[in-house]
């Protein structure tokens, strides 16, 4: 009987396991690009100077997301902005722009320490956005241009499966290995991982929940 | 045979040929031990295939993680290698790192001087003689040696284990659970996958707690003190903030004289027993290191080399004061934020509000324990029953004073050059048990069957998540990955 049972639970955890794993795989989600500390400056090196905009260059196709670090030093009620984003290099026109209406609380320069200080903006989609690199810079609106406030920093983002985050790592195998003994090698461990956890979950869910009385030692 | 059989510890005769008469040992009887882990009755139901995922999951991070971006894994390499090559220890400032290594100074922190040469050389000498034997060039030889770090962590979690059966063994949550926390916590399984001395000494403070905790619970025998000692010498061979670990050894000894020292009877034997105790357990080990003391006291001036960590313009210029770091809310959120990501180097950050989603459930679980705490002083006044029991209460104790002693260290470190959290992660099998603890006494009879089922899917979510937004596209992409430093 409690193996009857045992193989129905078994059943169960294992058909969960695997719609979990089909969902994660396909659903999209948005993974962050590379960059050092996980954002793009906004500072002009050659002249050494803040500027209110920052290149950045999307690992992945989809760019659809940047998250910006905005400070205003002026104590207006709402702000008023304009985000464009264009590909880097002289001429280019603006493939995206957003206009954006921010309360005070959302911008002002004194962000707590545990608060989250970045506003997030999306918009649609740039299908080919890998490799490529765009500027994205930040203009106020006609009623606070004469308002003080900066861009401190710029994080960018696309919406992708997780199953193109997975081929992208096994395409990049480590050096030592090569390209397909390599690639194989990623996939059969994600394999024996995947097992390995199915294997847990089960023999966990088998563990008698009853804790024993403290013994007093 | 008979021993493996024993260590086997089932109480079942086990499979024939385990019982073999054979002159030599089995392969099969050794795996056997091996993967049998030595657990009691069902736990090795769930121990297999938990230390099988570890494995998986820190061989998929080696590959995972670019070549030389774990935190000073290019001077660590380096150190491996000068010794392998039979070059000696080498001074800080006249060890600079050869040519190969400029694609990597983003990830150094004095390029091009080693400053690891400071550190004690246990880990790199042990190491050394693999690196000699290995062929090929430096990347080639860099991933073999990430391997000792992944079977260092499958030792972590397999002490886990055996640290919360011994403290806690009517408790099934906490016995899969603490090395269910060990395992997936995302920045330990980070040092089990690169090549950082950390990963030794957090296994050898995990090895020393459990000595000690088993000290605590069934009395030092010389031979358990010569243990502590010689953990603890390898340990400071390794790196000199293991002497964090002796106040905790100083407290667990002389706990255990005051509890036996009246049914000793005799109080000159008694005080005789505890010099004794702490001479095997705190003087061998600091006689042990003493050579490198002088060594560094000759070449630096001080016995841990610090005052020349200091002078290194990247580390001294962010050294802080106690009072600062304790009444900055920014110190303390780098703190979390480097405990539960960051990745060494703080390139590969959270977001803010998938870090605040962590730490919301593990101040929930961590104050459960604090209220744990609270309701245990006040149970004997109140009269109420405890939920631990006296073998427990000390066990806690010492654990908490271990990670207190660590937490301490990282805030030493921050008075001295930039401070991470890691330098509390050999106490992580305490964090875990403070982390759980407070769970396991509160949980609803109604809630223990999916107690940890639901903690592994929480681990294993976190982690799934963390690696795909986060860790796997910093490193790989179709548009390039991998950020080298300028």
Known sequence: ?217 | MAGLARLHGSGRRGPEWLQAPTARIHPRAVAHAVVGLWAAGGDRDWLRPLLLLFLCKQLLLVALFGAFTGHDEVDHYWYIARIGAGDGLGVVGEVTLPPETRPYRGYVADYPNNAEVIQPPLYHAVLAPLWRVLHGGAIDRLFVLRLFSVALGLGVVWIAYLTAKMLFPESPFLRAGVPLFVAFQPQLSFEAAIVNHDILVIALFSLLMYVLLKGLGSGFSTRREIAVGLVTAAGLWTKLSFGLAIPVIVLAVVWTWWDNRRRWGDAVWALHWLVGSLFLTVAVPLLLISPWFLRSFWLYGDPTGSQRLRQIQEFGNSASTYQEMFTTPAFWRERLEDFWGNYGWRNIPYDAGFSQVIWVVWGLAVALGVFLVAREILARPFGWPPLLSRNQVRGMTVVATSVGMLAFGVLYVGTIQFTQSRFIFPAMIGVALISLLGIDRFLPPRARPVATPVLLAVLMVFNVVALVRFVIPFYYGPGGGGVLLP
Request: hydrophobic residues 45%; charged residues 20%; aromatic residues 12%.
């Open chain 1, 1 to 217: 009987m409690r193996r009857r049972v045992d193989q129905r639970l078994v059943g169960w955890i294992g058909a969960a396991i695997l719609v979990a794993a089909v969902a994660v795989t396909l659903v999209p989600i948005s993974v962050r690009h590379n960059a050092p500390l996980g954002v793009s400056r906004t500072i002009d090196s050659g002249r050494g100077i803040a500027v209110r905009g920052g290149y950045i260059v999307p690992n992945y196709e989809g760019f659809d997301r940047v998250d910006l670090d905005l400070r205003v030093y002026s104590e207006e009620p709402f702000y008023d902005f304009t985000v464009h984003v264009r590909p880097a290099g002289p001429d280019q026109p603006d493939i995206r722009t957003i206009a954006l209406r921010l309360p005070r609380s959302d911008v002002w320069h004194a962000k707590g320490a545990f608060a989250n200080p970045y506003v997030t903006i999306d918009f649609p989609e740039i299908a080919d956005s890998a490799g490529s690199r765009y500027y994205v810079w930040v203009e106020s609106g006609p009623r606070n241009r004469d308002d003080i406030w900066t861009l401190w920093r710029i994080k960018s983002y696309s919406s992708v499966p997780a199953w193109d985050v997975a081929k992208a790592w096994i395409a990049s195998p480590p050096e030592p290995l090569g390209r397909w003994p390599g690639g194989v090698f990623l996939v059969a461990l994600m394999a024996g991982a995947f097992a390995a956890l199915a294997w847990l979950v089960v023999a966990l869910a088998r563990i008698p929940p009853v804790r024993d009385r403290v013994r007093r030692v």
